[in-house]
Structures are given as structure tokens and as C-alpha cells.
């Protein structure tokens, strides 16, 4: 089947490096995806990365692949208090066209 | 564009009443999804449309929970009757399948509160 699991919760200190874990099932997958929510807000897409591609980089977000493990990272490099939120990792649906499973949700607390 | 537009944006209402919650998707979208963001179960895709047609129904609820796409640019999701455990943010999102990246964009949610 098609699943997205995330850790629930990452603190870091302001000026740090957050890395935010997802690991997903779908070995067929061409699209995956990082979204972001401000509080109050709906999601927003933050970046993307295709399947045949182990990392890309904008500006403080990295994103890496494992395509072996079927593991994504997000990593923000010097993260700041603005990028409290909640990221969402999500994948495209092989099986289902246009539709995107979404993990469940990681809290990043960036602490001053 | 002025994005997905939902209304109402805050909704309270009364255990057994009936809830219709809104969606403008942006202009030349085809696909249209409904979400439900609660604590307890995250984020669940309740159905999407594709060319106003809906395609996978498979994360409503139950009965109480109908979903209509009378045209292109218009969307309800009404729930009846209410219940309080269907307190949530129901978002709505829209995408374009000639964007390579298939992004969904969404909507600000609206927040309900059955009491």
C-alpha cells in the first residue's frame, strides 16, 4: 500500500540546523514533496524533488533522497523562529493520479 | 489569482444541525480535494474530484458526509447531521494536471466546532 511516516515533534535552538525525517512505501513514486503549515494556515508547498534525483538544494533547504531506503530528509540550515511550523512530507500516488498521500506531520519548535 | 477561497472560515454549530462548508477552486484547476485536520488523526483525505467528477470517496466517514461538484468552479461538503467528533479544520485544496509537479494548492481552512 501507500504510506508516509514522520516523527511528530523536532526542537532546535534558533541559528541551528533542523533535519526533518520521512520515510515513505511507494518505490514507484516520481514526485515527492515537503509542505509547509504556519499556524492558522493551510499547507503550502515548500519544495519537491523527483524520483530520479538524490538531492536538491534552495537557498537553507536541502532536500535528500534514498531511494534504496525510501527515505526523504528536509534539511533548513540556519533555522530561524519564522520557520516554526508544521512540515508535511507527501508523495505522489502511483496508483492514483493526482492524488498525494501526506504524512502525518512533523512540529518544528525553533527555540530563540 | 486569489487562490482557493473557502467559506465560512469559522463555523460553531449545535450537535444535529446541518453543516455545509464551501470551496472556489482556483480558475483552470480540474482536480479538487476535501481534507480533514484534526490532532488526533492528522491530516485525511475525505474525497477528490477530477473534472467535477469525484474519484476516490473512500476517506469519507460515513453516511452523514456527502460531497457535491455541481460545476468547475464550486464545491460543498456538508455534513448531516453534525456530530461534535466531527470538530476539525476542513481544508480544501486544487491542483492542475498539466503542472508537472502536480502541486496542490489549498485553501485557509475552515474550523468547525460542533458543541
Known amino acids: 500500500g501507500e504510506d508516509v511516516e514522520q516523527s511528530l515533534f523536532l526542537s532546535v535552538r534558533e541559528g541551528d540546523s533542523s533535519v526533518i525525517n520521512c520515510t515513505y512505501t511507494d518505490s514507484s513514486s516520481t514526485y515527492l514533496y515537503w509542505y509547509k503549515q504556519e499556524p492558522g494556515a493551510g499547507l503550502q508547498l515548500l519544495t519537491y524533488i523527483f524520483s530520479n534525483m538524490d538531492m536538491k538544494q534552495d537557498q537553507r533547504l536541502t532536500v535528500l533522497l534514498n531511494k534504496k531506503d525510501k527515505h526523504l530528509s528536509l534539511r533548513i540550515a540556519d533555522t530561524q523562529t519564522g520557520d516554526s511550523a508544521i512540515y508535511f512530507c507527501a508523495e505522489l500516488s502511483s496508483s492514483n493520479t493526482g492524488k498525494l498521500i501526506f504524512g502525518q506531520g512533523t512540529t518544528l519548535q525553533v527555540k530563540p | 489569482d486569489a487562490g482557493v477561497i473557502q467559506s465560512p472560515r469559522h463555523e460553531v454549530t449545535e450537535m444535529g444541525q446541518e453543516v455545509t462548508l464551501r470551496c472556489k477552486p482556483i480558475?483552470?484547476?480540474?482536480?479538487l480535494f476535501w481534507y480533514r485536520q484534526t490532532m488526533m488523526r492528522g491530516l485525511e483525505l475525505l474525497i477528490y474530484?477530477?473534472?467535477?467528477?469525484?474519484?476516490?470517496d473512500s476517506g469519507m466517514p460515513e453516511d452523514r458526509f456527502s460531497a457535491k461538484m455541481p460545476n468547475a468552479s464550486f464545491s460543498t461538503l456538508k455534513i448531516q447531521p453534525s456530530e461534535p467528533r466531527d470538530s476539525a479544520v476542513y481544508f480544501c485544496?486544487?491542483?492542475?494536471?498539466?503542472?508537472?509537479?502536480?502541486?496542490?494548492?489549498f485553501g485557509p481552512g475552515t474550523r468547525l466546532l460542533v458543541l
Open positions: 474530484f477530477n473534472n467535477n467528477v469525484p474519484i476516490d
Open positions: 480558475s483552470g484547476h480540474d482536480y
Open positions: 485544496a486544487s491542483s492542475f494536471y498539466g503542472d508537472p509537479w502536480e502541486t496542490q494548492y
